[in-house]
């Protein structure tokens, strides 16, 4: 079966979603995963965006998250106080998973979505934390999806824009943060999970064909592999619904 | 004016010579790239306003042209992107990486609190968002800066122990100030010549950000004669008494997107990242799009009824369906 790894790393996030979830997504390939979970085997998961849509039919992929692709066919249209809400409620918020991204991220799964440099002289500057600070502090659960790059599994972060499990097990009780924090990181090499005793991060899975030892090449710090084992790729009815319903002109894949 | 005037309606450049000044502290509705009141911005940018202290929460076109044209000393903001079309705003980017632009980094939920504070009219509003992270550490405007300004709090935010102890189960609390903008910039898709508004779709943090402001400009698809707003005024969300100036400007929000209306144009915004990513050919933009242009409804009749026509809403879905975006 022939599949990029970028429909790997969807329809694995996509098998993360329960149909009971309501999915917080941002742009790009968050969006994907939701819409093929939703497509695959979670049909009665709500998804919903930081900008006020809850259940959208999405019947093209949106390009942002404010995106008029979002405003249809919703079970409700506010605006960002609304989405904050259902996050920080104490019912629906503990439903939530959070689907986010970062240029850089630590092994307890901190991430860094603003500078790269000093943050007050920077070499290069993103995008900022727009709503993934206030996903990270709010939700029971999040995955986060990485590129697997030596620059971006750093030991230290640059900055810390949206937080993990901070520095351990009692990092966001400490900090005053609800619990929860990240449980796995979905990069185009592997899974990454956190240990339940120290919360740092451990090698969960590898996709076909790449060695636990490769994956350590690409970070700058070193995790447990003893448990890692093969991900299952993606079936081709997964591939067919990803490629044919969810993202035909292909602006995500 | 005064805000209870009944009829409000005035020229674009009427109403940015009014209140859109030198150095102000402005707020722009709209997000990454939905309806940004670009009208309006085009418009501060061939007025040549400079200095303007900016806050938004996720912006994107609105924010990167004003910065780009060098309209803005400080901004205060959670995102600057627009979507796949820019995953962080170009000029914003090299702007700050320059040193030409100071930046104060919040939240989403801090910066929409933060205006809802500004609307209510408390100092500051409770977040749990943030505890252990460097938006919570680091300062980007200094100390000296926030005692410089009068407008602004002298403190980014801070960390409060729960006074209610562990009421709501909750140990601390980051306190974040409220905004109070000079003015704030608003596109919808209807509004009546007293300034009540109509948002179709998402409200974002419009309604916030418009009753923070002293003063309210609204540009709008459609302007609705008489009493047409007050039927069915539950669909309104911002009333009269908050709002200064009223301007038609059909397509107000383009290039970026009208929920209802149109799209956002996608050749307009591959052709602005590719354009913004270079200095001369940021300059050759400017120069044609936005200072070679009198006005809004010029730069729509230069982008022509064939691209117009293919980015209108279907009915149906409030978007252009099939729109191809590659």
Not at chain 2, 29 to 34: H, R
Not at chain 2, 291 to 310: C, K, N, P
Request: proline share 5%.
């Amino acid at each position: 079966m022939d599949y990029t790894l970028r429909e790997m790393m969807t329809v694995v996030a996509a098998r993360e979603i329960k149909n009971d979830d309501i999915v917080f997504c941002g742009t790009g390939i968050s969006m994907l995963a939701a819409m093929a979970a939703k497509s695959i085997n979670a049909p009665d998961c709500v998804i919903f965006f930081e900008t006020g849509a809850i259940d959208a039919a999405l019947e093209e992929i949106p390009m942002a998250v404010a995106d008029s692709r979002v405003m249809y066919h919703t079970a409700s249209s506010g605006g960002l106080l609304d989405a904050f809400a259902t996050m920080q409620n104490p019912t629906t918020g503990q439903k939530v998973i959070g689907i986010l991204g970062a240029a850089q991220i630590d092994i307890f799964g901190n991430l860094n979505s603003t500078v790269i440099g000093d943050y007050f002289a920077p070499k290069t500057r993103f995008s900022g934390s727009g709503g993934g600070c206030d996903v990270a502090s709010f939700v029971p659960r999040s995955m986060i999806f990485m590129q697997h790059e030596k620059r971006k599994f750093v030991k230290q972060l640059d900055y810390l824009t949206s937080p993990g499990h901070l520095d351990g097990p009692d990092g966001r009780r400490k900090a005053g943060l609800p619990a929860g924090g990240p449980e796995l990181v979905i990069t185009n090499m592997a899974v990454m999970r956190f240990d339940d005793t120290t919360k740092q991060m451990y090698l969960d899975g590898v996709y076909p064909g790449i060695e636990p030892q490769a994956v350590l090449d690409q970070m700058q710090f070193s995790v447990d592999i003893s448990r890692a084992r093969e991900v299952l790729p993606p079936s081709a009815g997964e591939l067919a619904i990803l490629r044919e319903k969810c993202d035909p002109q292909r602006l995500i894949l | 004016m005064s805000k209870l005037a009944k009829d409000k309606v005035m020229p674009l450049e009427a109403a940015v010579k009014t209140y859109v000044h030198d150095g102000c502290h402005m707020a722009i509705g709209g997000f990454t790239i939905n309806r940004n009141p670009m009208a309006a911005v085009y418009t501060i940018i061939r007025a040549g306003i400079k200095n303007l202290h900016l806050y938004v929460h996720s912006n994107g076109q609105a924010v990167d042209e004003l910065i780009g044209a060098g309209c803005v000393a400080k901004v205060e903001i959670a995102y600057g992107g627009s979507g796949k079309f820019a995953a962080t705003c170009i000029r914003f980017r090299k702007a700050i990486e320059a040193g030409l632009l100071q930046v104060e980094d919040y939240s989403n939920y801090q910066m929409t609190l933060r205006f809802l504070a500004g609307a209510m009219g408390v100092p500051f509003l409770p977040t749990r968002s943030s505890l252990g992270s460097d938006i919570v550490d680091k300062w980007g405007f200094s100390e000296g800066l926030r005692r410089s300004d009068p407008k602004l709090p002298n403190r980014k935010l801070t960390v409060l122990d729960n006074p209610f102890e562990d009421w709501g189960n909750t140990e601390k609390v980051v306190l974040v100030p409220a905004i109070t903008p000079d003015v704030t910039l608003l596109h919808v898709q209807q509004a009546d010549r007293a300034g009540n508004c109509r948002i179709d779709g998402l409200s974002f943090a419009d309604v916030e950000q418009a009753k923070a402001s002293k003063h309210l400009v609204v540009t709008c698809e459609a302007l609705m004669e008489g009493d047409a707003l007050h039927e069915n005024a539950h669909h309104n969300q911002i009333p009269f008494i908050h709002v200064d100036a009223v301007v038609h400007v059909p397509f107000g929000a383009y290039p970026t997107a009208c929920y209802q209306h149109y799209d956002y144009d996608p050749a307009y915004l591959k052709a602005y990242a590719v354009a913004a990513k270079d200095d001369e050919k940021y300059k050759d933009y400017l120069d044609t799009y936005v200072y070679g242009v009198a006005d809004h409804q010029t730069l729509i009749e230069r982008i022509g009824t064939e691209r117009m026509d293919g980015i209108k809403a279907d009915p149906r879905t409030g978007y252009a369906a099939n729109l191809d975006r590659r």
